[in-house]
């Protein structure tokens, strides 16, 4: 199994909005495609206005896959137009992390 650790920085005052239309549009199309997210975090001491999301999938021919799939869809086209069009966000950033051998993330 592998996470994609993802974060996203908003700009100051668009935390708010960003969460909101994540809510109402972005996240279904994820949970339809890529399933249910491992966590999702916002920032509560330290760097504000951060967003940290976990997604597991099997392999990483998985996480492509689940990600080719919904990035052909429209409606998430749309969805990500839209986010750069009401300019929520300064930062992204996405690491791919493996579990230690002593760690298992389906117990």
Known sequence: MI????????????LAA?????????????????????????????ELSRIVHLWGYESLADREARRETMEADPTWVDYRRRVVAED??????????KPVSFFDPKR
């Open 18 to 46: 960003f969460l909101s239309t994540y809510e109402e549009v972005g996240l279904p199309m994820q949970r339809h495609y890529i399933g249910e997210p491992f966590g999702f975090f916002q920032t509560h001491i330290g």
């Open 3 to 14: 996470f994609d650790h993802r974060v996203y920085t908003a700009r100051p005052n668009r």
């Open 88 to 97: 929520h966000l300064l930062d992204m950033r996405n690491q791919i992390l």
